[in-house]
């Protein structure tokens, strides 16, 4: 949970239907309330489960074997899920009505992790009843760069004192047969899968969905999935046509689902550990700008 200080250095925006608060470290995501019902949509970050809430991943999704990768030969060292989350060091680049847009760029620090020169932008923007997270990343540097990028939010189920966990489900639009890649105990994806949908476009959220960890959707089908309560209908949805695959994720009986776009994906068990050939990984030429847009749309 947020302290007084931490919450009086938050940005927040407004249209007639959401409000939105912005954390300034990471570009957190931290709120995303229907004014028109007064719910919060977003996990609020509870340390004693899951203390964050919507980090946003760059340059690398998940784990790294042993938490690090080469580049030319070198060795570098990086957290799971990359430097953004947590970083302290991003700026507010502008803020109108109904956007806000933080950048982060490449230091003396950040290249001793990570060995290119680049921008990363990230915009939230109200459109009526969607808000629209943008990424923008740069390539500043005179070779090409190589990167993940994610987005990793948390909404709130079930949403009233009279449900259940299990009165949600998550409904992607069409049918599909879906096959979940097994994360081993160090957190890399392993070629052993799980069904998960036969021919069904439904995946009921249950307390032990999640004991082996994410379920991990490579190149998915769909792009667009909606969290509902078999009480109240539609929740809320997520589209990600910018995104190949999609993590779905919680604590083990932790009030909230994440669904998450991804570009990239977690170290496999057969890693070479070489950047350039890291499964998932996106390519960026030198002066290319990259961009990739999913949107929350509460219903």
Same mark, same amino acid.
């Given at each position: 949970?947020?302290? %007084?200080? %931490? ?12 409000? #939105?608060? /912005?954390?300034?470290?990471?570009? %957190? ?15 609020? @970050? ?43 060091? $991003? ?8 956007? !806000? ?26 459109? @009526? ?7 923008? /990343? ?43 890649? !097994?994360?081993?105990?160090? @957190? ?7 069904? $998960? ?41 997520? %589209? ?24 990239? $994906?977690?170290?496999?068990? @057969? ?9 998932? #990984? ?18």
């Amino acid at each position: 949970m947020l302290t %007084e200080e %931490e919450r009086n250095k938050m940005h927040q925006i407004k249209n007639e239907f959401l409000s #939105i608060t /912005v954390n300034p470290v990471g570009a %957190e995501l931290s709120s995303i309330k229907n004014l028109e019902t007064g719910i919060e949509h977003l996990w609020q @970050g509870n340390p004693e489960i899951w203390a964050s809430q919507a980090p946003n991943l760059f340059p690398v999704i998940g784990v790294l074997k042993n938490g690090e990768y080469t580049f030319e030969g070198k060795t570098y060292k990086m957290p799971k899920h990359g430097f953004v989350r947590y970083n302290k060091n $991003i700026r507010l680049k502008s803020k109108t009505e109904n956007e !806000l847009v933080f950048e982060l760029q490449f230091s003396e620090e950040s290249l001793k992790q990570y060995p290119f020169k680049f921008n990363f932008e990230i915009a939230f923007k109200l459109n @009526g009843k969607n808000l629209e997270v943008s990424h923008q /990343v740069s390539n500043l540097d005179e070779k090409t760069m190589y990167f993940s990028l994610g987005g990793h939010p948390a909404f709130n189920a079930p949403l009233s004192e009279n449900e259940d966990y299990e009165d949600y489900y998550l409904e992607f639009d069409q049918k599909l047969d879906l096959r979940s890649y !097994l994360l081993n105990k160090e @957190g890399l994806v392993s070629e052993r899968t799980e069904g $998960i949908l036969d021919n069904e476009n439904k995946i009921w959220l249950k307390k032990d969905l999640f004991e082996n960890d994410a379920l991990i959707f490579k190149n998915i089908p769909s792009k667009k999935v909606v969290l509902k309560s078999k009480n109240s209908g539609a929740v809320l949805s997520v %589209e990600y046509s910018d995104f190949k695959n999609l993590g779905i994720w919680a604590k083990p009986n932790a009030p909230y689902v994440c669904i998450e776009p991804w570009l990239g $994906i977690a170290d496999v068990e @057969g890693t070479d550990q070489n950047l350039k050939t890291k499964e998932g #990984i996106e390519q960026l030429e030198p002066e290319e700008v990259y961009q990739a847009t999913y949107v929350i749309n509460i219903h």
